[in-house]
């Protein structure tokens, strides 16, 4: 999962806001994780919404010192936290020419200290995994690789517009072990248009026989604008079955399984100690900061009151130009005790994120996290008591069967709310 794709429903009209940036020492960061939005594609599939362009590799160069300014523009605003995880995602990170993402984990690390296991994950596509593409991933700090598979169904590729095949799918997770990468993630789609149960099987079956550490495994969703959509709104394609979708998942629920795979979240399975950090401060709504174009950012902000959610602007063209006025101007708040998110160039809008929010997240986030939560240090952390605020929904969720308490006092979902768990979720939003 991309962060530029981790949505939040509700966002509030962009107001002036003057908070103290919360500093490490003063007793609010304890290390935030970091994205890095790429929105370059060779070719844009047609089922994707997120911020991304094809054709404009002419802005490569003021992206990268776009994006690098930004980097360090935000550690002085921030008073350099430490930052626990990095994740390169798009967009094609792998599209980048040679030598930029080396420049990007540079201005990182001169900009922030960074944990020294730190997890750092490029997205590759993986005909763009090429030996020589993975040894410079490696020499320039990856140590974790997220390719976008999808299938292993040629037919069902060329349906998704996808620029490689089955055969450069198993070349590429081969380049990564060559050059050393020991951590390595798959993206596989189901619940495809025209896909059947027998050709997600056998994609599940020559995924796991590849042995990656981590599988995302994600349902089809027809996003409003794509392409995509449109062919099945026009007959064009036919419109995906959510039940066939739903024997699918079951049958790679029960294969991962067999395999040796840890399910640890709704849609993710990994070795295990494989796990995804960098998703998982996500899912437990912790902070982070996304930088370049259309990247969302999440931070505890004391004078604020506390969540602040803020985005950047999503034209790679606008965002180039105002990441130069922010990296002009961002020396000033190195003295600042109080300074306004809204002042700076590169957002585009904001949120505080009120108490009721910030718990409704915290339990859905917690949820999908199916080893469960630890309720009461999720309270502490959100600052509310979530079993007195949710006491009616949960004690009627528990004796629907969608809840299970277990005996150390974590909370879960039950195994057949697996695949109605927004209904679950919806629960806290009332």
């Known amino acids: 999962m991309t962060q530029a794709g981790f949505g939040f429903g509700g966002l509030m009209e962009r107001r002036p806001l003057t908070p103290a940036l919360s500093h490490e020492g003063r007793g609010s960061f304890s290390g935030i994780s970091l994205y890095v939005h790429i929105p370059f594609c060779l070719t844009k599939c047609p089922y994707c919404d997120f911020n991304t362009y094809q054709g404009i590799e002419a802005q490569f160069g003021d992206f990268l010192t776009a994006a690098t300014g930004e980097i360090g523009a935000w550690a002085t605003a921030l008073g350099r936290p430490a930052v626990n995880t990095v994740f390169l995602g798009g967009g094609t990170p792998s599209y980048l020419p040679a030598g930029d993402?080396?420049?990007?984990?540079?201005?990182?690390?001169?900009?922030?200290?960074?944990?020294?296991?730190?997890?750092?994950t490029a997205e590759c596509n993986p005909n763009d995994l090429t030996d020589a593409r993975c040894a410079e991933l490696r020499a320039a700090g990856i140590n974790r690789v997220s390719i976008g598979v999808q299938s292993m169904d040629n037919g069902l590729l060329a349906m998704l517009g996808r620029r490689h095949d089955a055969d450069e799918a198993v070349a590429a997770l081969r380049a990564c072990r060559r050059a050393g990468f020991d951590n390595v993630n798959l993206d596989l789609m189901y619940g495809l248009p025209q896909q059947t149960l027998a050709q997600w099987q056998d994609t599940v079956a020559q995924t796991?026989?590849?042995?990656?550490?981590?599988?995302?495994?994600?349902?089809?969703?027809?996003?409003?604008?794509?392409?995509?959509?449109?062919?099945?709104?026009?007959?064009?394609?036919?419109?995906?079955?959510?039940?066939?979708?739903?024997?699918m998942y079951d049958h790679a629920r029960a294969a991962l399984a067999d395999a040796g795979y840890h399910h640890y979240e709704i849609s993710n399975w990994c070795r295990p100690g494989r796990e995804s950090e960098h998703n998982l401060a996500y899912w437990r709504n912790r902070q982070w900061l996304g930088v370049g174009p259309g990247a969302h950012s999440s931070l505890r902000i004391e004078e604020a009151g506390g969540i602040v959610r803020f985005w950047t602007v999503r034209s790679p063209r606008d965002y180039a130009r105002k990441a130069a006025e922010w990296t002009a101007t961002a020396a000033q708040w190195?003295?600042?005790?109080?300074?306004?998110?809204?002042?700076?160039?590169?957002?585009?809008?904001?949120?505080?994120?009120?108490?009721?929010?910030?718990?409704?997240?915290?339990?859905?986030?917690?949820?999908?996290?199916?080893?469960?939560?630890?309720?009461?240090?999720?309270?502490?952390?959100?600052?509310?008591?979530?079993?007195?605020?949710?006491?009616?929904?949960?004690?009627?969720?528990?004796?629907?069967?969608?809840?299970?308490?277990?005996?150390?006092?974590?909370l879960r979902l039950a195994e057949d709310a697996y695949l109605v768990a927004n209904q679950v979720f919806t629960r806290f939003l009332v």
Request: proline share 5%; charged share 25%; glycine share 10%.
């Open 334 to 410: 190195a003295s600042v005790t109080a300074a306004g998110i809204d002042n700076v160039p590169t957002v585009d809008g904001l949120e505080v994120i009120d108490e009721a929010t910030a718990a409704a997240e915290t339990m859905f986030l917690g949820l999908r996290l199916l080893d469960g939560m630890d309720v009461g240090a999720a309270s502490e952390r959100v600052g509310v008591d979530l079993l007195a605020r949710y006491e009616t929904e949960l004690g009627e969720l528990t004796a629907e069967g969608l809840l299970v308490w277990e005996s150390d006092g974590r």
């Open 101 to 120: 993402v080396g420049r990007i984990l540079d201005a990182i690390s001169a900009a922030y200290p960074i944990r020294s296991d730190a997890e750092i």
């Open 208 to 247: 796991v026989a590849l042995g990656p550490e981590h599988l995302s495994l994600y349902s089809l969703t027809l996003e409003e604008g794509t392409p995509l959509r449109r062919w099945v709104e026009q007959g064009r394609l036919p419109e995906p079955d959510p039940d066939l979708a739903a024997d």
